[in-house]
Structure formats: C-alpha cells, structure tokens
C-alpha cells in the first residue's frame, strides 16, 4: 500500500505545482516546480520522488498532539472590562516605540 497520494498537480502559465498527503498520518508536502526540475519527465519523477522522501520523513517525525480539554464554556463567562482592554492596548503601543 503506497502512503503518498498526489492530491492536486496543477500548470498554470509556466509554474507547474504539485501537493503530496500521506495516507496514514495528517502530513503534507506542497511544491511548485523549478523551470529545471520540470525540463523534462525523468526530472519531474526525480522532484517528486523527492518530495516523497521528505513527505516520509515528515510523517516519521510526527508525533499525535496532546488531548486536550475544551474550557470554552468557562472562557465565554469570563467577563473581561473595556477599560482593563484599553490600557493594555496603551501599553503595548507604549512598547513599540
């Protein structure tokens, strides 16, 4: 089973771009083509075997996020003053100068 899927390859004028996914892990790669990488098609099946590789090794460094919990609730009852928002603004433009 191959874990590449080529899920858009697009020419436009002279650009020619490319995205590969990984079928197993929420990985991808984008890519828009040199003028010599698409000079000819043993160079543009060389680029992509290529970018496959990266996509593999991206997909071997991936590592599944935390779970986390959704607070939501408690963030929307949070009641947070127009003046306290003011002059914070203030003092972060007081910084950028």
């Given at each position: 089973?191959?874990?590449?899927?080529?899920t858009?390859?697009?020419?436009k004028?002279?650009?020619?771009?490319i995205?590969?996914?990984?079928?197993?892990?929420p990985?991808?790669?984008e890519?828009?083509?040199?003028?010599?990488?698409?000079?000819?098609e043993?160079?543009?099946?060389d680029?992509?075997?290529?970018?496959?590789?990266e996509?593999?090794?991206?997909?071997d460094?991936?590592?599944?996020?935390?779970?986390?919990?959704?607070n939501?609730?408690?963030a929307?009852?949070?009641?947070?003053?127009n003046?306290?928002?003011?002059?914070?603004?203030?003092?972060l433009?007081?910084?950028r100068?």
């Amino acid at each position: 089973m191959e874990t590449y899927k080529i899920t858009r390859y697009e020419e436009k004028s002279d650009a020619l771009f490319i995205c590969i996914n990984h079928t197993e892990k929420p990985v991808y790669i984008e890519h828009f083509f040199t003028e010599d990488e698409r000079k000819n098609e043993e160079s543009i099946k060389d680029t992509i075997a290529g970018l496959i590789a990266e996509l593999e090794i991206k997909a071997d460094e991936y590592v599944e996020p935390e779970e986390s919990v959704s607070n939501l609730e408690y963030a929307k009852n949070l009641t947070i003053s127009n003046s306290k928002i003011t002059a914070k603004k203030a003092e972060l433009i007081t910084k950028r100068i």
